[in-house]
């Protein structure tokens, strides 16, 4: 088939088009390389279609020029803090999720895979969090997810466009962006392999779940084989909690290094305790259950970034 990742230069979108290359499919790859780059796509580039423009505009219409079976619209202002910094470019992703839609309706797209967020949750008010329980969307990031989740599910029930979101829980990988708005992962590996104490927020007794990109990637694959997805939302995740304070620890650990944790006043837009999924829809829609431990999604990391340093 002929798939169109936007945001394809980006940590999850440039893994998500190597595995769609492998399972055959032509890939186009859209991206402004706002926060994506080359290097995460430069050994697939004599295989894949790259398109330079942006979502927000009329940039998004050369990508559709092509027979697009399937979109993956993984593009998006991201990030805890460069989303609260940058409000307004957050709520013009909103343009974007339009665009896409509409580009895909009038184009017989036979479906898109929208990429949504756990931060819909806010800070949760129930736990595991269900796709059908309380949300808090208090974030601009989360505000523009739940517009996506809506708009993807009236384009599927009003005019009969196969729509899918995936609500993610915190990815993590090979790839993934680590510099000052970096995801607490490659941070903490970061800071252990310069040699530097891991900086914990507060006590560090905030929990977290964590997905190696790895499952991440295979769950969005059969969100776009089965049919069963259709007109869904669904959280993709593992639900394994862990205190960033033990995550910090564990990644000492994977490190061989002996350095100590330290902590550091919480940042004010910090502000989630506790994050974790129900993954009975994930397991019964998707039939799958995450296969890497954190321990070896963690060493397949930390060798990753030994390596690209
Ligand atoms: N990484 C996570 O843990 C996580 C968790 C929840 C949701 N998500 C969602 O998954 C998707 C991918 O995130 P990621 O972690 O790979 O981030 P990323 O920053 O690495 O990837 C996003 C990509 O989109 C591109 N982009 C941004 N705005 C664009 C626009 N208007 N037009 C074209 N390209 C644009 C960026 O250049 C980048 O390559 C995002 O939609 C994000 O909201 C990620």
Known sequence: MKILVTGGAGFIGSH???ALLKKGHEVICFDNFSTGSNEKINDIKNQIELIEGDCNTDDLKKAFQNNIDIVFHYAATVGVKRTQEKPMSVFDDIIGIRNILELSYQNKVKKVIFASSSEIYGNPKEMPEKEDGIIDPIQPYAGVKLIGEQLMETYHN????NTCSLRFFNVYGSNQI?????FVTGKFINQVLSGKNPTVYGDGSQSRTFTYIDDNINMSLI???SESTNGQVINIGSDKEISILDLAKKIIKSCNS???PVFVERENYDIVDKRCPDTTRMKKLLNYETKFSLNQGLSKTIEWFKSNK
Not at 158 to 161: A, E
Not at 178 to 182: H, I, K, L, R
């Open 16 to 18: 998500l088009c190597k």
């Open 158 to 161: 009003k005019f009969n466009l």
């Open 258 to 260: 002996d350095l100590e």
């Open 178 to 182: 680590s510099n000052a708005y970096g």
């Open 223 to 225: 969100a776009m084989e």
